[in-house]
């Protein structure tokens, strides 16, 4: 019996995708931010203690780069293209909520 390879290519639009929601930060600070609409720096850095100041602007300033997040009045929000991803998210969610234990968390 012949075997047939299939030969397997990234879609470029999901390896970008990937490459901003895999950035370790990125999807904490998505997730915040969707939670709760229109933060300060100061609040974005107390909700995510383990993220330095450092950090969290360097990620803050690249989320603005790609359009998904916005700063306006000093308050940092989702763009249209940052709110799409609530539903990819909320799967996240319910998946990590049967699949990930507390000890692995």
Same mark, same amino acid.
């Given at each position: 019996m012949e075997t047939k390879k299939v030969n397997y290519t990234l879609c470029p639009r999901f390896e970008k995708a990937f490459s901003i929601l895999g950035k370790k930060w990125n999807g904490l600070i998505?997730?915040? !931010? !969707?939670e709760e609409h229109g933060q300060r720096f100061v609040e974005l850095s107390k909700t995510i203690p383990m993220l330095s100041d450092r950090v969290l602007a360097e990620r803050l300033k690249e989320l603005e780069e790609e359009q998904i997040v916005q700063k306006n009045d000093h308050l940092y929000s989702l763009t249209e293209k940052g709110i799409a991803l609530h539903e990819s998210f909320a799967?996240?969610?319910?998946w990590s909520e049967e699949w990930c234990t507390i000890d692995e968390a």
């Open positions: 998505i997730d915040v !931010l !969707l799967s996240v969610k319910r």
